[in-house]
């Protein structure tokens, strides 16, 4: 564990090795227990530089793996660009996703 760890993830840690170490994968236990409280310490801003993981950057919490247009956000820029190639747009995969929007609209 790295210096400055609450005894809670100390505990976290432990329990997470022992975990690992009861399904017989004692040996990455180690490196896992880490993996796992080290990012769950930079997601509640525990560490210095802390970094948010790709699914709640954004705040997209509760929201991955859904489309933006599932999310109210409209389509989004890969179907603007199926949209764009069916219809025959030139210069489609240099526009960006508001340029698309347009050049669909047309």
Known sequence: MPRGSSPKRERQYEHIKESYEQRGQGRRA?????RTVNKERAETGETKASRKSPSRAGGQAGKAG???AARGGGPTRE???E??????VEGRSKMSKAQLKKAVAR
Not at 30 to 34: G, L, M, R, S, V
Not at 83 to 88: I, L, M, T, V
């Open 66 to 68: 859904k489309p933006a």
């Open 83 to 88: 949209e764009a190639r069916r219809k025959g």
């Open 79 to 81: 179907q603007l660009y």
């Open 30 to 34: 180690e490196e896992i227990a880490a």
